[in-house]
């Protein structure tokens, strides 16, 4: 295996990992899905491969690790020994508080709460993440959403169904196209405004 890299694979790990989402969204079928799965875990095998050549951990080495974080950032559900608990949290927002707070005590070099957000993220998606991390940090994210409400509302109302969301979106991007802009590049670049809005970045 020595021509694969952890570099060289993860083009074809992101790539798995959208064809999972899209046989989801489409409806594809069960049988579709356990291949796509399937695809997604040959990624993990190979990259745990390949730090198992180097010496640095194995798959079995994942899997105890997943279930530890889960078993550590999910108190609400297991115990220490990684069974059940007798009850569990009411609310779903019960839930998310006591895991943002496990994650937090986990990783407390992460100061800011969009740290750990990747920044490969597409934009689109990376937008969703950071409003979910400043509204769950009780940020002052409104300020920012209102301002995409307005500027929309100026010019049409905001559809109530996903698919016309979508052609929305798409006619923007081609709007976009038609007067030399790259739809992409110009939401980074208020993802970055809206981060730098909500005050110093801490040094980690």
């Known amino acids: ?3 694969l890299t952890h570099e060289s ?3 074809y790990l992101l790539e798995e990992a959208y064809e999972v989402a899209e046989t989801i969204e489409t409806g594809a079928g069960d049988a579709e899905l356990q291949s796509e799965l399937g695809d997604v875990l040959l990624q993990v095998v190979l990259h745990a ?7 640095a951990f194995d798959l079995g080495d994942v899997a105890r690790g997943l279930k530890a974080k889960m078993i550590r950032r999910n108190p609400h559900v297991f115990r220490p020994d990684g069974s059940l608990q007798d009850s569990f949290p009411a609310t779903v927002e019960e839930i998310v508080l006591k895991w943002d707070a496990v994650k937090k005590a986990e990783r407390p070099e992460r100061g800011h709460v969009f740290d750990g957000v990747p920044a490969a993220l597409p934009a689109l998606a ?7 991390r400043a509204e769950r940090a009780g940020m002052a994210a409104a300020a920012g959403q209102t301002a995409a409400r307005t500027a929309v509302g100026t010019a049409v109302d905001l559809p109530a169904a996903e698919e016309e969301l979508g ?4 006619g923007i991007v081609a709007a976009a196209r038609a007067g ?18 909500t005050g110093p970045r801490p040094s980690a």
């Open 9 to 11: 694979l993860v083009e």
């Open 49 to 55: 491969r390949l730090a198992e050549e180097r010496g």
């Open 1 to 3: 295996m020595g021509a």
């Open 180 to 197: 030399g802009l790259d739809a992409e590049r110009a939401l980074r670049g208020a993802l970055r405004r809206f981060q730098d809005s």
């Open 126 to 132: 990376r937008a969703q993440k950071l409003l979910d």
């Open 167 to 170: 052609d929305l979106l798409f």
